[in-house]
């Protein structure tokens, strides 16, 4: 895809995402009514006013894939084989070691035992699911190749289903654990499939009635626009609902961020050394560290919920990778943009 301009969205977006997370979290302080009220609406543990809101975050991006893209994408391996790997084999082991060397060492003194390892249990389960949808906005911030995104963010719904349970009871030793099908039918329902379908037909109707002048100069800016707006709103609704821990509780929250963080940047410098050992192009190496670096929130906290309690330090520790997850991201998303420069020409 070529370069993307959002003009003054774009250009200050980590401001403007400072702003409306600043403005989520004094909303849900200051009339705690809306915050219960918008977290009364859930289906599956998924909050349905954010996952409108992803909806209209994604939807605009998938007009823009050209599909043919995604069908050379599928005919190249290596970036899916890379991502497999990572998301499998080594990131929920890194996410495991780093929750055990943080919780239950470094910060022993201060937590207790059982708090820590509750702790532990949630960032055991956010490393083992690597994320669907919102690395599309990821990607596509990073200028990356969609189509190759497309398919990871397919395979990767897939392989959740047969390996997520597998490895969350091997890493945390208990046996037992359910799949939640209704979390993952319905983010994959959200997230991908409508806006993949409604994407595809917007498309196929603007190229014939305008012209792909038309989609390129005046639709594209306007549909970017809309994708940022879009994310900016769910920070909103997400910071109000669940923004309040961090006034709080601030100590636990960024004791609990620090391994989520640096676990994303070991996952995303292994993921785009990779790359660049392989000769990936920076349109695949990109999505490909992106993908290895998010986790799929929805699925860790409706597990940690059934598995634990609403109430439980594994559901919060789960929470908190939903809270950090945007701005850790948008950091590697900048950092994928000025070392363009590393990888070859696609």
Known sequence: MSEVKFGIWEKYLSAWVFLFIVAGVAIGRLFPGVSSLLGQFSIAYVNVPIAVCLFAMIYPIMVQIDFREVIRAGKTPKPIAVTLFVNWAIKPFTMAFFAWAFLLVAFSPIIPSNLAAQY??????????????????????????????????????????????????????????AIPWETIGFAITMYILLPLIAGFYTRRYALKRKGIEWLSTSLKPKLGRASIIALLITLVILFSTQGYIIIDQPLVIVIIALPIFVNILVIFAITYLISKLIGLPYEDAAPTALIGGSNHFEVAIAVAITLFGLASGAALSTVVGVLTEVPFMLLLVTLCRRTKGWFAEK
Do not use: D, K
Request: hydrophobic fraction near 60%.
């Open 120 to 177: 532990q249990y949630g960032l055991i389960l956010l490393g083992v699911a690597p994320c669907t949808a919102m690395v599309l906005v990821w990607s596509y911030l990073a200028w990356g190749n969609m189509g190759h995104t497309l398919i990871m963010v397919a395979i990767n719904s897939l392989t959740m289903v047969a390996l997520y349970a597998p490895l969350s009871v091997f890493l945390l030793g208990i046996s037992g654990i």
